[in-house]
Protein backbone atom coordinates (compact mmCIF):
# COMPACT_ATOMS: atom_id res chain seq x y z
CA UNK A 1 0.00 0.00 0.00
CA UNK A 2 1.57 3.91 -1.14
CA UNK A 3 1.01 5.22 2.38
CA UNK A 4 2.86 5.72 5.37
CA UNK A 5 1.24 3.44 7.70
CA UNK A 6 1.47 0.33 5.47
CA UNK A 7 -1.64 -2.29 6.18
CA UNK A 8 -0.50 -3.69 9.56
CA UNK A 9 -0.66 -0.42 10.91
CA UNK A 10 -3.89 1.26 9.74
CA UNK A 11 -5.34 0.87 13.24
CA UNK A 12 -8.65 -0.21 11.79
CA UNK A 13 -11.10 -1.88 14.08
CA UNK A 14 -11.43 -4.77 11.30
CA UNK A 15 -9.02 -5.67 8.22
CA UNK A 16 -8.61 -3.29 5.87
CA UNK A 17 -8.86 -6.37 3.63
CA UNK A 18 -12.80 -6.83 4.76
CA UNK A 19 -13.35 -3.63 3.70
CA UNK A 20 -11.98 -4.23 0.32
CA UNK A 21 -14.53 -7.27 -0.13
CA UNK A 22 -17.30 -5.66 0.22
CA UNK A 23 -16.42 -2.55 -1.59
CA UNK A 24 -15.64 -4.88 -4.91
CA UNK A 25 -18.63 -6.92 -4.50
CA UNK A 26 -20.41 -3.90 -4.59
CA UNK A 27 -19.55 -3.47 -7.80
CA UNK A 28 -21.97 -6.29 -9.21
CA UNK A 29 -25.22 -3.98 -7.20
CA UNK A 30 -23.80 -0.63 -8.97
CA UNK A 31 -26.26 0.54 -11.24
CA UNK A 32 -24.07 2.46 -14.00
CA UNK A 33 -26.51 2.23 -16.76
CA UNK A 34 -26.05 6.08 -18.60
CA UNK A 35 -21.66 6.06 -17.50
CA UNK A 36 -20.72 2.44 -17.71
CA UNK A 37 -18.22 3.22 -14.84
CA UNK A 38 -19.50 1.64 -12.05
CA UNK A 39 -18.23 1.73 -8.47
CA UNK A 40 -18.17 -0.09 -4.92
CA UNK A 41 -17.83 1.26 -1.40
CA UNK A 42 -17.46 0.07 1.99
CA UNK A 43 -17.71 2.45 5.44
CA UNK A 44 -16.79 0.88 8.24
CA UNK A 45 -18.10 2.16 11.19
CA UNK A 46 -18.82 0.85 14.90
CA UNK A 47 -17.38 -2.62 13.91
CA UNK A 48 -19.76 -2.32 10.98
CA UNK A 49 -19.07 -2.22 7.52
CA UNK A 50 -21.77 -0.57 5.37
CA UNK A 51 -22.20 -0.77 1.61
CA UNK A 52 -22.47 1.31 -1.24
CA UNK A 53 -22.56 1.68 -5.04
CA UNK A 54 -22.89 4.16 -7.13
CA UNK A 55 -26.71 4.69 -8.22
CA UNK A 56 -27.28 6.79 -12.04
CA UNK A 57 -30.69 7.84 -13.26
CA UNK A 58 -31.86 9.23 -16.53
CA UNK A 59 -31.94 12.86 -14.97
CA UNK A 60 -28.48 12.45 -14.49
CA UNK A 61 -27.86 14.89 -11.89
CA UNK A 62 -29.84 12.56 -9.57
CA UNK A 63 -27.13 10.25 -9.53
CA UNK A 64 -26.56 8.89 -6.00
CA UNK A 65 -22.08 8.33 -5.61
CA UNK A 66 -21.33 4.79 -4.27
CA UNK A 67 -19.75 6.88 -0.92
CA UNK A 68 -22.54 8.86 -0.44
CA UNK A 69 -24.91 5.25 -0.75
CA UNK A 70 -22.92 4.03 2.19
CA UNK A 71 -23.23 6.90 4.17
CA UNK A 72 -27.22 6.34 3.50
CA UNK A 73 -26.73 2.85 5.21
CA UNK A 74 -25.12 3.51 7.52
CA UNK A 75 -27.52 6.26 8.49
CA UNK A 76 -30.25 4.15 7.83
CA UNK A 77 -28.59 1.87 10.24
CA UNK A 78 -28.81 4.05 12.92
CA UNK A 79 -25.49 5.70 12.44
CA UNK A 80 -23.41 3.34 14.37
CA UNK A 81 -20.01 4.26 16.19
CA UNK A 82 -17.80 6.63 14.57
CA UNK A 83 -16.65 6.18 10.85
CA UNK A 84 -12.93 5.02 10.99
CA UNK A 85 -12.52 4.55 7.60
CA UNK A 86 -14.08 3.63 3.67
CA UNK A 87 -13.48 2.20 0.66
CA UNK A 88 -13.51 2.39 -2.71
CA UNK A 89 -13.36 0.86 -5.67
CA UNK A 90 -14.32 1.55 -9.73
CA UNK A 91 -14.16 -0.46 -13.31
CA UNK A 92 -14.56 1.91 -16.28
CA UNK A 93 -16.83 1.18 -18.83
CA UNK A 94 -14.29 -1.37 -20.26
CA UNK A 95 -14.27 -3.21 -16.72
CA UNK A 96 -10.71 -2.07 -16.53
CA UNK A 97 -9.98 -1.19 -12.84
CA UNK A 98 -9.04 1.95 -12.01
CA UNK A 99 -8.74 4.28 -9.32
CA UNK A 100 -11.68 6.99 -8.24
CA UNK A 101 -11.39 9.72 -5.58
CA UNK A 102 -14.67 10.58 -4.26
CA UNK A 103 -16.32 13.50 -6.04
CA UNK A 104 -16.57 16.83 -4.17
CA UNK A 105 -20.36 16.45 -2.94
CA UNK A 106 -18.97 13.16 -1.52
CA UNK A 107 -16.13 14.38 0.36
CA UNK A 108 -18.81 17.28 1.95
CA UNK A 109 -21.51 14.30 2.83
CA UNK A 110 -18.06 12.33 4.42
CA UNK A 111 -17.15 15.65 5.98
CA UNK A 112 -20.43 16.03 8.33
CA UNK A 113 -19.64 12.67 9.81
CA UNK A 114 -18.91 12.15 13.07
CA UNK A 115 -14.96 12.95 13.89
CA UNK A 116 -14.74 12.99 10.12
CA UNK A 117 -11.17 14.55 9.91
CA UNK A 118 -9.58 11.75 10.73
CA UNK A 119 -11.70 9.38 8.63
CA UNK A 120 -9.27 7.22 6.10
CA UNK A 121 -10.20 6.89 2.51
CA UNK A 122 -8.59 4.17 0.92
CA UNK A 123 -8.43 4.65 -3.43
CA UNK A 124 -7.17 2.42 -5.55
CA UNK A 125 -6.72 -1.34 -5.40
CA UNK A 126 -3.64 -4.41 -4.71
CA UNK A 127 -0.28 -2.26 -5.01
CA UNK A 128 -1.92 0.43 -5.75
CA UNK A 129 -3.96 0.97 -2.46
CA UNK A 130 -3.62 4.36 -1.30
CA UNK A 131 -5.10 6.26 2.02
CA UNK A 132 -5.34 9.94 2.19
CA UNK A 133 -7.36 11.34 5.32
CA UNK A 134 -10.40 13.16 5.23
CA UNK A 135 -8.94 16.35 6.05
CA UNK A 136 -5.97 16.20 2.99
CA UNK A 137 -9.18 15.42 0.61
CA UNK A 138 -11.29 18.26 2.02
CA UNK A 139 -9.23 21.25 4.25
CA UNK A 140 -11.20 24.27 5.84
CA UNK A 141 -14.24 22.61 5.55
CA UNK A 142 -17.50 23.83 6.60
CA UNK A 143 -19.31 21.56 8.57
CA UNK A 144 -22.18 21.15 11.07
CA UNK A 145 -20.41 23.41 13.91
CA UNK A 146 -20.34 26.18 11.52
CA UNK A 147 -24.55 26.36 11.97
CA UNK A 148 -26.45 28.38 14.36
CA UNK A 149 -27.46 24.84 15.24
CA UNK A 150 -24.10 24.89 17.46
CA UNK A 151 -23.15 21.61 15.71
CA UNK A 152 -26.84 19.30 14.64
CA UNK A 153 -29.66 18.67 16.97
CA UNK A 154 -29.87 14.92 16.25
N1 LIG B 1 -19.05 8.16 -8.92
C1 LIG B 1 -19.08 7.61 -7.67
O1 LIG B 1 -19.89 6.73 -7.37
N2 LIG B 1 -18.18 8.09 -6.76
C2 LIG B 1 -17.27 9.05 -7.01
O2 LIG B 1 -16.59 9.49 -6.11
C3 LIG B 1 -17.06 9.52 -8.37
C4 LIG B 1 -18.16 9.21 -9.32
C5 LIG B 1 -20.01 7.65 -9.91
C6 LIG B 1 -21.09 8.61 -10.25
C7 LIG B 1 -21.49 8.14 -11.63
O3 LIG B 1 -22.42 7.10 -11.50
C8 LIG B 1 -20.20 7.57 -12.21
O4 LIG B 1 -19.33 7.38 -11.10
C9 LIG B 1 -19.54 8.46 -13.23
O5 LIG B 1 -19.36 9.74 -12.75
Redesign the pocket.
Known sequence: MNSESGSAGTGLSVPMEDLYEVAVAQLDCSR?TF?G?R?GAALLSGGQIFPGC?V?NSSYGL?L???RSAVMHWASAGSPGVPEAIA?V?RNSHGEVVT????GA?RQVLSDLPDSRKLQVYTGEGDGITMTLLEELLPHAFGPADLDTGGGTD
Open positions: ASFVNETCAEVAAMPCC
